[in-house]
């Protein structure tokens, strides 16, 4: 097959890019697909979805929302502005998603099919007041459920792990009805992460 | 460490998994984040390499210790050609592989489980299993990411879920995806419909290793696409009711073709056969589609005397990386393919006399 970009050479790269179902293939020569940027070196590796992503995302905001707002937006953090992360498609740390905030909403929409909400496991209870003790509560049935599940399986060491967080569940339950507070003492603390700031793109 | 480059074929693929005519092998994946580091694309050296410890130590102290024993892998310690072996046999992503050197992978002895340090995000903890077992598989991985949970700060937040550097994955981080052998609905045209009306439940399709990689040999891997608003059950209940799906089509083309093109189908499984037994050199495009005639002639009992595990070992064996790996050095194609025909000949013969 010849080249599509060039008409003349050999192709040698056959792309197939799919965005929610629609198919484009392209079949190129080396020294196109090169030109284009397209080739990533590695196994199997071709158009990078974090190009094909950054590519929506500027196409989305470049039109209709202020250019100037958007970049100065900056997380306090890691210091990635906005328009770095549009440009990379990439966030620099957990803090960018609270930073950047309501600008967020159209690309999470776009990219998750127009879901916003978190459905799935968490690693702790809810925390706010209101709900703190029924999913205390139901913390504690699942543990449970786990830990019977751990003893039938004979896995007694996280059995033990289990019947401490329990213990301790249950002394939150019984105590103050704050709800919990967010590390256990199992948790690693890291240290204080030390001032960064993202190298400044072009 | 030595032992994950040696040998082509997995531990955990040395047993045929449920419906293996169709469904190669089954995988979930969830990508986790340490909330007070900056997430890897950011992450200084030093950054890196405190992730890195954090994770082994939690790893090293969990009741995980007890039950899976990882081998640490450290990227900076792997040539070129291992990293590219280690892609391969699918126990390591080639963005880690390609990457920064301050990044690891926990693997067990079984090599079912992978915990990739400071690939697009802290971790990515991947369990893999053969033939069709996705809930088991999510049962592995969830049980591993609750151990890990328990000895590290995982970013997360109420609304968004767990939170990744990329957000094509935040919320739940999950990816459950299938390997698929699919030359039936290749070979009546049905794949194009089968991708757009999947794509209408976020369920997509791409070639072997992943993102954006070719599909060679009818070799195709399923996944989800969205990763929030949906809870890791639901998520795995989708791809379970897809392969299903996936795996009735297949099995109704295959049967048609046997029914009603049984020569010409019999004539390109036993010339593929043949080729195989006999070329002296052969290239990966090739190979592929050859073995994929073959694996269809085994799984419709065509081909009895080759033993469907040969078919899994080959799908690595033919890769470059392996090869290479083997001869202990970078080859040009014209050797890769003398030696890959070789292999491959070896393997088939063994099991015909």
């Not at chain 1, 790269?13 to 697909?33: R, V």
């Not at chain 1, 990379?88 to 909400?117: H, K, M, S």
């Not at chain 2, 405190?50 to 792997?78: C, R």
Request: hydrophobic share 35%; aromatic share 6%; proline share 3%.
């Amino acid at each position: 097959m010849i080249c599509q970009n060039c008409s003349k050479n050999q192709s040698n790269y056959h792309f197939t890019k799919i965005i929610n179902g629609n198919k484009t293939e392209y079949h190129l020569c080396e020294a196109c697909a090169r030109e284009k940027g397209d080739i990533v070196q590695g196994p199997g590796n071709s158009f990078s979805i974090h190009n094909l992503l950054s590519g929506m995302l500027n196409i989305e905001f470049g039109a209709n929302v202020s250019k100037v707002r958007a970049a100065e937006t900056r997380c306090g953090t890691c210091g990635l502005s906005f328009n770095q992360f549009k440009k990379q498609g990439r966030f620099g740390c957990a803090d960018c998603y609270e930073a950047f905030g309501t600008q967020l909403d159209p690309v999470i929409r776009r990219v998750q099919q127009n879901n916003t909400l978190h459905a799935g496991k968490s690693p702790y209870p809810r925390t706010t007041e209101n709900d703190a003790k029924p999913s205390l509560a139901s913390q504690l049935a699942a543990l449970e459920e786990e830990l019977q599940a751990e003893i039938r399986n004979e896995r007694y060491e996280r059995a033990a792990v289990l019947r401490d967080r329990i213990n301790n569940l249950r002394q939150q339950l019984a105590g103050d009805g704050q709800g919990f507070s967010g590390s256990s003492s199992a948790n690693v603390t890291s240290k204080q992460w030390p001032h960064f700031h993202a190298e400044e793109g072009e | 460490m030595k032992r994950f480059t040696e040998d082509a074929l997995s531990d955990w693929m040395r047993q045929p998994g449920p419906e293996h005519d169709v469904v190669i092998s089954s995988r979930v994946r969830l990508a986790r984040n340490l909330r007070t580091f900056p997430f890897p694309s950011l992450a200084t050296k030093a950054h890196a390499q405190e992730v890195m410890q954090l994770v082994s130590t939690a790893a090293d102290t969990s009741s995980l210790k007890e039950e899976q024993n990882f081998t640490s892998v450290p990227m900076s310690q792997l040539s070129i050609l291992e990293k590219k072996l280690l892609v391969e046999k699918h126990l390591i992503s080639p963005h880690l592989a390609e990457g920064n050197s301050e990044a690891a992978a926990l693997i067990n002895a079984s090599e079912s489980i992978s915990i990739m340090v400071n690939e697009e995000d802290h971790l990515r903890i991947q369990c893999i299993a053969p033939g069709f077992q996705l809930n088991e598989t999510w049962q592995a991985a969830n049980r591993i990411d609750n151990q890990l949970q328990e000895q590290l700060d995982y970013a997360f937040n109420e609304r968004l879920g767990y939170l990744t550097s990329c957000p094509t994955n935040v919320g739940t981080g999950i990816r459950v995806s299938v390997m698929v052998h699919l030359p039936g609905i290749v070979l009546t045209n049905q794949l194009q419909n089968i991708l757009k009306s999947f794509a209408q439940w976020g369920v997509v399709m791409r070639g072997m290793y992943g993102e954006g990689s070719e599909a060679l040999g009818n070799i195709y891997q399923m996944s989800n696409q969205i990763t929030l608003g949906q809870s890791e059950e639901a998520l795995v209940d989708l791809l379970t009711r897809a392969t299903q799906q996936l795996i009735l089509v297949e099995r109704e083309a295959r049967n048609g073709i046997l029914n009603d093109r049984r020569l010409p189908l019999l004539d390109k499984i036993f010339r593929s056969f043949g080729t195989l037994l006999y070329a002296q050199m052969i290239d990966k495009v090739e190979a592929a589609q050859r073995l994929s005639d073959v694996r269809l002639g085994v799984d419709l009992g065509l081909l009895e005397q080759v033993p469907h595990v040969i078919l899994d070992e080959l799908l690595v064996v033919t890769q470059p990386g392996y090869l290479q790996q083997m001869e202990g050095r970078l080859m040009d194609d014209f050797e890769i393919n003398l030696r890959r025909a070789q292999l491959i000949r070896e393997r088939l013969w063994k099991h015909l006399r």
